[in-house]
């Protein structure tokens, strides 16, 4: 059974940079073919996909956040990061690290973390 | 951009059929999957690839996906579905719908 956990500060000061990592356990990031994702939940809205990376090391971001975001793998620690820079209070938010399954158009999500609220404030 | 439109809630009563609908342009063109997300927990999986559900949910969720709409059906509705439910597809990155509140009372 694959878990996911997210990790980091719960705290970011505005125009500061929001660090997160996922540590993934009951399976190897390598295996299956899977991609890993970033996804956010703002209180009371909906869910925004963030970006996601291939174990192979190449990336792909929502262009709405390309400019801030950096999605990093460390196969030997089984984990992938996230860096948002420049924080705002919008992107205060719940943030799910997930893994995506992506082939020939399709795209679904089956594992999730149990997500980490980081909220962005002086 | 691709947007994919849901009404933001929904109520039925126990024991009746819940039918959330997710509107985009030739979204049935597309695959579109379904999430159910409880008050505090992480979201789950409920449908994907139209119509395919993961291993452990209920037989009374189903999926389709036509013309523009894809619809989650949630037959004889239980308390316990009470949540919110996200459809989600890909259009050159991932996109998810605005959600809907499912009240059941």
């Known amino acids: 059974q694959v878990q996911l956990q997210e990790s980091g500060p719960g705290l970011v000061k505005p125009s500061q940079t929001l660090s997160l990592t996922c540590t993934v356990s009951?399976?190897?990031?390598?295996?299956?073919?899977?991609?890993w994702s970033w996804i956010r939940h703002h209180p009371g809205k909906g869910l925004e996909w963030i970006g996601y990376?291939?174990?192979?090391?190449?990336?792909y971001y929502s262009p709405s956040l390309k400019s801030r975001v950096t999605i990093s793998v460390d196969t030997s620690k089984n984990e992938f990061s996230l860096k948002l820079n420049s924080v705002t209070a919008a992107d205060t938010a719940v943030y799910y690290c997930?893994?995506?399954?992506?082939?020939?158009?399709?795209?679904?999500?089956?594992?999730w973390g149990q997500g980490t609220l980081v909220t962005v404030s002086s | 951009s691709y947007d994919l439109t849901q009404p933001p809630s929904l109520s039925v009563s126990p024991g009746q059929t819940a039918s959330i609908t997710c509107s985009g342009d030739?979204?049935?063109?597309?695959?579109a999957s379904w999430y159910q997300q409880k008050a505090g927990q992480s979201p789950v999986l409920l449908i994907y690839?139209?119509?395919k559900r993961p291993s452990g949910i209920p037989e009374r969720f189903s999926g389709s996906n036509s013309g523009n709409t894809a619809t989650l059906t949630i037959s004889g509705t239980q308390p316990m579905d009470e949540a919110d439910y996200y459809c989600?597809?890909?259009?050159?990155?991932?996109?998810f719908g605005g959600g809907t509140k499912l009240t059941v009372l």
């Open positions: 009951g399976g190897s990031l390598y295996s299956g073919g899977y991609y």
């Open positions: 997930a893994r995506e399954t992506m082939e020939a158009g399709k795209s679904y999500f089956d594992y």
């Open positions: 690839d139209d119509t």
């Open positions: 989600q597809t890909w259009d050159s990155r991932v996109v």
């Open positions: 030739k979204l049935g063109n597309k695959y």
């Open positions: 990376i291939y174990p192979s090391g190449s990336t």
